[in-house]
């Protein structure tokens, strides 16, 4: 399996990004991203079934939408009205439907200015 994530950046608060992240090798039950500042624990952000079934975590819930073509094996995660406590980088993760592992990809910076 393979992970290749893109979108990070750095933004103003207020702003938006948009995070990709196409998985290749399997086929995928549940997509998602996780992040991770520094000095914190890794945390989900949201996550998304097959069936397009979501989950946020409390604090992008109204801000942050996640969605995926299955067709493509892309998860994508559009974030707006960013806030500088979103600084984290970014993980893309996803579970695999026949052997119900799952796989990490490589991280991608995201940075709020005040």
């Known amino acids: 399996v393979q992970l290749q994530a893109s979108g990070g950046g750095l933004v103003q608060a207020g702003g938006f990004l948009r995070l990709s992240c196409a998985a290749s090798g399997s086929i995928f039950s549940i997509m998602g991203w996780y992040r991770q500042a520094p000095g914190k624990e890794r945390e989900l952000v949201a996550n998304?079934?097959?069936?397009?079934?979501?989950n946020y975590a409390d604090s992008v819930k109204g801000r942050f939408t996640i969605s995926r073509d299955n067709a493509k094996n892309t998860v994508y995660l559009q974030m707006n009205s960013l806030k500088p406590e979103d600084t984290a980088v970014y993980y893309c993760n996803v579970l695999t439907v026949f052997s119900a592992r799952d796989y990490w990809g490589q991280g991608t910076q995201v940075t709020v200015s005040s």
């Open positions: 998304i079934n097959r069936g397009g079934a979501t």
